[in-house]
């Protein structure tokens, strides 16, 4: 699954791939969590094992994409 965020006042967003047995749940608290305690730092763990830290009270978007395969080709 990717997960682009968006972070105030900067040209790029980040983008994560995370780990195949994230699960949408636990993910979403964890988002939650973060961005109710504004002065805190939203903390994810990408597929490859990096961690990115965002300040949560800078995240203007979260955008998580589907789980499922890209389609690829003329039937896409």
Do not use: C, H, Y
């Not at 699954?1 to 040209?11: D, K």
């Not at 969590?33 to 009270?57: F, I, Y």
Request: charge should be negative; aromatic fraction near 4%.
């Amino acid at each position: 699954m990717i997960i682009r965020i968006g972070v105030g006042e900067a040209g790029k967003e980040i983008q994560l791939e995370m780990a195949e047995d994230t699960e949408l749940s636990v993910l979403k608290s964890q988002i939650d969590n973060a961005l109710e305690a504004s002065s805190g730092t939203l903390w994810l763990t990408d597929k490859d094992g990096r961690e990115v830290g965002v300040p949560a009270s800078r995240i203007t978007f979260i955008d998580i994409g589907s789980q499922s395969a890209p389609k690829i080709g003329f039937g896409a």
